[in-house]
């Protein structure tokens, strides 16, 4: 059974601090995860270190536990798994602003959805979704659909941007009147459907799940 992905819009749907869901097609949870690894914006490269199975909150112990030791350097893990034909990755610890463009890790023919907001930034910044597909995006766009954040509608490649912002419209949006969760839902669920995806609630939130930090190599 899958979800869909418009569960995210819930208060912190997965943990405090807001989410960082990474969905992909063609690629196997390991090779998503090192490929995720290699986007991170530090000096070090970085590689993919298993941890075994554990929960949302075991894993935000075991990074406390881990970055506890000044000479870990670890401070961001995923979560990792897959549903209704999606490989997914979740991330955990400092991943804000961490990760560069994900545009690389869709190379090779790979589909790649990056999901993310920051919830508890105090500018607010709101949600984002950028999609890729063999090296080049498709369509992204702010999921708050806010011109204050410099919404000009869905970026990317032109025939794909233009059929999901159609349907943006035709659900009357942009509109500064809703609410903002209101509008992130129902963008979440127009982005679901447009894209065909699924992340499964009850493995991510309560299920055990196999993990990795993210590690300078």
Known sequence: MTDGIAWLADPRS?????????????????????????????EAEHI??????HTGSSFLELLDDVNG??????????RLGSSGGWTYAVAYGGWPG???SLEPVSRDGAHVCVLEY?????????P???YFHDGRLL???????????????????PATAARLQELLTAA????????????????????????GLSLPKEPIVSGLLPAVLLEAA
């Open 69 to 78: 030791d000044p000479f870990a350097g670890v401070d961001i893990g995923l």
């Open 172 to 195: 009357g949006l942009p509109d500064p009147e809703r609410d903002h969760r209101y509008v992130h839902r129902t963008v979440l669920g127009i982005v679901e459907e447009f894209f």
């Open 118 to 126: 920051e919830e508890e930034n105090g500018k607010p910044v709101p």
């Open 128 to 130: 984002r979704f950028e």
């Open 98 to 100: 961490e990760f560069g």
């Open 14 to 42: 997965i943990a405090y601090g807001g989410y960082f869901v990474v969905l992909a097609r063609g690629l196997s949870p390991e090779d998503l995860a090192e490929r995720l690894s290699a986007t991170l914006e530090y």
């Open 48 to 53: 993919a270190v298993p941890v075994g199975e």
């Open 139 to 157: 369509s992204a766009c702010n999921l708050h659909l806010d011109a204050s954040w410099g919404y000009q509608g869905v970026d990317g490649d």
